[in-house]
């Protein structure tokens, strides 16, 4: 047995963590564009859509932090790398103020973070599917 086979002490080599993590960064990015078009229907004149949009930040919300707990056993159970999980915890912290921007109708604020969001989600999603496991991981 080589030692690149040999997992660290407390860790295994499972898929789990890494395929969870996908399926939530997928979500996430998912319900992002579900965000940006429930947004887009309701400044196209259907106010009704406004509330479905506040709804659906409380499910991205939840799923950024689901997507950082996912990030967190992706570190602690396959040794994953740790800046993910203070990427998945950004946009939580995000997700929060762009709630914040949208209640108080700050859209000159709303609509850049909102971007900021998608880019960073696109990215951690893009990530995820290239990780090939501890000492593999591509730049």
Same mark, same amino acid.
């Given at each position: 047995?080589?030692?690149?086979? /040999?997992?660290?002490?407390?860790?295994?080599?499972?898929?789990?963590?890494?395929?969870? %993590?996908?399926? %939530?960064?997928?979500?996430?990015?998912?319900?992002?564009?579900? &965000?940006?078009?429930?947004a887009?229907?309701?400044?196209?004149?259907?106010?009704?859509?406004?509330?479905?949009?506040?709804?659906?930040?409380?499910?991205?919300?939840?799923?950024?932090?689901? &997507?950082?707990?996912?990030?967190?056993?992706?570190?602690?159970?396959?040794?994953?790398?740790?800046?993910?999980?203070?990427?998945?915890?950004?946009?939580?912290?995000?997700?929060?103020? &762009?709630?914040? %921007?949208?209640q108080?109708? /700050?859209?000159?604020?709303?609509?850049?973070?909102? %971007?900021a969001?998608?880019?960073?989600?696109?990215?951690?999603?893009?990530?995820?599917?290239?990780?090939?496991?501890?000492?593999?991981?591509?730049?």
């Amino acid at each position: 047995m080589s030692a690149d086979t /040999i997992a660290p002490p407390g860790r295994s080599h499972s898929r789990r963590p890494i395929v969870l %993590l996908r399926a %939530l960064a997928c979500a996430f990015l998912l319900d992002t564009l579900a &965000q940006a078009a429930l947004a887009g229907l309701f400044v196209t004149g259907d106010v009704d859509l406004l509330a479905w949009h506040d709804a659906n930040a409380q499910l991205l919300a939840a799923l950024a932090v689901l &997507q950082t707990a996912a990030a967190g056993l992706l570190r602690l159970r396959a040794g994953g790398p740790g800046w993910p999980i203070a990427a998945t915890a950004a946009l939580v912290v995000l997700v929060l103020g &762009q709630q914040g %921007l949208g209640q108080a109708r /700050i859209l000159a604020g709303h609509i850049p973070l909102a %971007l900021a969001i998608f880019g960073t989600a696109t990215a951690l999603t893009c990530w995820s599917f290239s990780y090939r496991g501890p000492g593999k991981d591509s730049p």
